[in-house]
């Protein structure tokens, strides 16, 4: 595809150089500056002065003769060089080099000239340093050789002259480096040393050699196969080849751009992607050449400048023509010819540029990674979406604009399955920028964008948006929640913004049925979840009742669930909530289990409470129910499980509450806890006839209690079961099975005493064996405890005599060593190292811990 890098404007016509002279043709070409210079096949110089004009938009060129000169040969000017800094042009003609002045184009006076010259070049990169010198290399006349000179203003200085394998035809020089094109091949000579390193093969005989140096340590040559090869004095190329035409006459560089010569055209490739940009017919052309930047073709009858159009320009018309990787490619070359800053301004511009022109054709992927790398306004991106920007918003888009699009409607020309997949996009690109950087200064715009967006799609994260931090604009996102009919994304915005009653008021319209919102089937226990955390005291209040009428189990849990540092304000103290819930005896119910039992607040009016209202209950079910139901066995085992657990609630009150009823189980408790055991056996065994829980009965009263009282409750049920006045022979079945099962829990000696003389010892078998294996037991433990007392005592006497070994002598001589006083009384402390000490001094917190034994004489 094509690009207008160039345009060619007409720098010097025909009639300007030659009048009618029809034989006149141009040889060489030099420009220095405004300075240009023109060599002919009839042995003239011409020196035109160049203005350059910009009208319109467009640039010309006006050339303006200054004069001519004839050099006195009859031969043609083969090339010219400037040297500037000499003041001094250089002229190749008859193979000579003369020196003339730039201004008049006299021969210097010392005539100083380069003689045997068929070629020559500037070596623009000089290893002498002085700055008032010119080196020159020429390919001499003589077979095979270079030769390099010093010229200066009045004279020529030969310092080296260099063979060749070949004979040369063509040469450029970079320093000490000669890059040169011999009969059959490229290759770089460094002249210094005297190294040579082969290139490529070529072959001069068919085709005209090309050696141009490009910059420091790099050459451009034309290769075999019509390649346009790079390569550096080191003989590697760092660069891919461009693709010429076979008969290529010259070749340029501006960067980025390599410009080349052929019979037909000017053509134009980028070093940076080595594509062709541009072609432009130009025809009998055989000069081109490039000068400080400035690219000049001839004709043999006119000079014409490659005008380069500005990069910005070129960029865009690329980014117009959808070509985004090469725009990016010359934007980024673009970097060495424009000042940093205002590089990086126009850089960040066209990456957005482009990043548009990728969403556009919904390369998302694309987009956003041009978005991220331009730092895009995000705003730019969300005005495309109609309605998403705050209607408070002040943005305006860039101008000029970064894309040609009015909207989303535009860019999609309608298609809904395009338009989906651009708000996808824009969802998932605001939910990775809204805690960004890119994001400062505009979370507003952002949020609220992306809250319509989910809102619209009936999107899952619309949620996830508003229960975190978030700076949706309260009124924009409230009419759009509204319109898509999001009532409990609406309640949770006003939450966000501090407007819980407003909240709650929705939420429970959607409850209530008073509007439709199917967001979550579970709202109503979220309500009483967020009644449980709120702190506003009146407001819990308000929704109480609502709740409670609800459903009393869940309702409840606005108090149960309450964090402690709630409950204890006067606004949620229990009784409060008690003569609330009075109207609802399953909330009371679980309300006093959360005091009791969970909090485990020891206040004798909730445990009593408690326990009436599920002594109550149970009433009332078996009241109504013939057979055991699940609710009444649950509320029997919660009743039993109180009454045996807590020690706070009124056991009289309760036990007058039980008279009358059939609750043996329960009043059997109440009399264990007024340590009535016998009463309470007696109802378990004669009234309940329940034999069972008799005897656990024994063993939950027994808990945490010590081995007799433990015996004695058995032997009580044991009296209770061999009552001689019952000769109930289910009873004493009973009493059998409780010595077989129980053995442990028996004083055989006691049993033996109350059991009828008429039991034979195969019917207490397993009594009397486990009996006799505890006593057994009991012995054997006995006697190993006191075997090991003896032994222990054994020890302590062994340790006594050793300590009782040696004698200690005590006299009036001695001195304690703590206080070096003399002892008064026989009682004394004796160290391990046998040091005595006072026994005062020893007790001092301070001495030495060390102490074996107290002893006194």
Avoid at 75 to 81: D, F, G, P, Q, R
Avoid at 225 to 253: C, K, Y
Avoid at 305 to 316: A, F, G, K, T
Avoid at 494 to 502: E, F, R, T, V
């Amino acid at each position: 595809m094509s690009l207008k890098a160039f345009e060619l404007v007409s720098a010097v016509e025909r009639e300007m150089l030659m009048g009618d002279k029809a034989r006149i043709n141009i040889e060489c070409i030099e420009c220095c500056g405004k300075n240009l210079y023109i060599g002919t096949n009839d042995c003239f110089v011409y020196h035109f002065l160049l203005e350059e004009k910009i009208s319109a938009g467009k640039i010309t060129f006006t050339a303006t003769k200054q004069l001519h000169k004839y050099l006195g040969f009859k031969k043609a000017v083969s090339e010219l060089k400037a040297a500037s800094a000499l003041n001094r042009l250089l002229v190749l003609c008859d193979n000579t080099i003369t020196l003339v002045n730039m201004m008049n184009l006299e021969p210097i006076p010392t005539g100083a000239r380069i003689k045997g010259a068929v070629t020559f070049t500037v070596n623009e990169n000089p290893r002498s340093g002085d700055p008032f010198c010119v080196e020159v290399c020429i390919i001499s006349v003589k077979r095979r050789t270079i030769q390099m000179f010093m010229v200066y203003e009045d004279r020529v200085q030969i310092v080296k002259e260099v063979s060749t394998p070949e004979q040369p035809c063509a040469v450029a020089v970079d320093g000490h480096y000669l890059c040169l094109a011999l009969s059959t091949q490229y290759i770089i000579l460094n002249y210094n040393t005297g190294i040579s390193q082969d290139l490529f093969p070529y072959c001069s005989d068919e085709k005209r050699p090309i050696v141009k140096r490009i910059g420091r340590q790099e050459f451009l040559l034309a290769g075999p196969g019509g390649l346009g090869m790079f390569a550096t004095v080191d003989g590697i190329s760092q660069r891919a080849p461009v693709h010429w035409s076979e008969n290529v006459i010259g070749a340029a560089l501006c960067f980025p751009y390599v410009v080349a010569l052929d019979d037909e055209f000017i053509t134009v490739h980028s070093m940076l992607d080595q594509q062709l940009k541009q072609t432009l017919s130009f025809k009998e052309g055989h000069i081109l050449q490039d000068f400080e930047g400035k690219v000049i073709v001839a004709t043999n009858k006119g000079v014409y400048i490659l005008v380069p159009l500005p990069l910005e320009r070129q960029i865009q018309d690329l980014l117009s023509s959808h070509r985004v990787e090469e725009a990016l490619i010359l934007a980024k070359a673009a970097r060495r010819n424009i000042p940093k800053e205002k590089f990086q301004v126009m850089y960040k511009r066209i990456l957005q540029q482009a990043g548009f022109i990728h969403f556009a054709q919904l390369q998302f992927l694309e987009a956003t990674e041009l978005f991220r790398s331009g730092q895009l306004d995000v705003r730019e991106l969300i005005s495309l979406y109609p309605f998403l920007l705050p209607t408070s918003s002040s943005f305006t888009r860039s101008h000029p604009p970064l894309h040609e699009y009015a909207d989303l409607n535009q860019l999609t020309q309608g298609d809904q399955e395009k338009m989906t997949k651009c708000k996808r996009f824009l969802m998932s690109y605001l939910n990775e920028v809204r805690s960004t950087e890119v994001a400062n200064g505009y979370k507003e715009d952002i949020d609220t964008a992306l809250l319509k967006l989910y809102a619209e799609a009936n999107h899952e994260s619309l949620l996830d948006l508003l229960v975190s931090e978030n700076f949706c604009l309260l009124t924009d996102s409230a009419t759009w929640l509204e319109k898509h009919k999001k009532y409990f994304a609406l309640g949770l915005l006003h939450h966000y913004n501090g407007q819980d009653a407003a909240a709650l008021q929705l939420w429970v319209k959607i409850v209530n049925g008073d509007i439709q919102d199917s967001t979550r089937s579970d709202l109503y226990e979220y309500i009483v979840d967020f009644l449980t955390f709120c702190s506003d005291q009146e407001l819990v209040w308000k929704y109480a009742e609502w709740v409670l009428q609800k459903s009393e189990e869940v309702g409840v849990q606005i108090f149960t669930k309450r964090p402690l540092e709630e409950q204890g304000k006067n606004s949620f103290n229990p009784d409060k909530v008690m003569n609330c819930l009075n109207k609802y005896p399953k909330s009371l119910v679980k309300y006093l289990e959360y005091l009791v039992l969970d909090r485990k607040i020891k206040k004798e009016k909730y445990h009593t409470h408690l326990a009436v209202l599920y002594l109550e209950t149970v009433l009332q079910l078996k009241s109504v129910t013939i057979d055991s139901c699940v609710e009444l066995t649950e509320t029997q085992t919660k009743l039993r499980s109180l009454l045996q657990k807590s020690d706070f609630y009124r056991i009289h009150f309760i036990l007058d509450k039980l008279k009358g009823t059939d609750l043996h189980m329960e009043r059997a408790i109440l009399y264990g806890k007024l340590e009535e055991h016998d009463k309470a056996l007696h109802i378990l065994v004669h009234e309940s006839k329940d034999f069972s829980a008799a005897e656990d009965y024994c063993i939950w009263s027994s808990e945490s209690k010590d081995l007799p009282y433990r015996q004695r409750l058995f032997h009580m049920l044991l009296s209770v079961y061999l009552n001689p006045g019952s000769s109930d022979c289910e009873l004493v079945m009973a009493a059998v099975d409780l010595l077989n099962n129980h053995a442990a829990e028996f004083d055989a000696a006691r049993v033996l005493q109350l059991v009828p003389d008429s039991w034979s010892v195969q019917l207490l078998s397993p009594f009397l064996t486990g009996a006799m294996r505890e006593s057994i037991h009991t012995k054997r433990m006995t006697q190993i405890t006191l075997g090991l007392a003896k032994a222990e005592n054994l020890i302590y006497k062994h340790d006594k005599v050793k300590l009782k070994g040696s004698p200690i002598i005590l006299s009036d001589k001695k001195l304690c060593q703590v206080c070096q006083s003399p002892f008064c009384e026989p009682a004394f402390v004796r160290y391990p190292n046998g040091g005595m000490v006072h026994t005062h001094c020893a007790a001092n917190r301070l001495m030495n811990p060390n102490m074996t034994h107290h002893s006194q004489t």
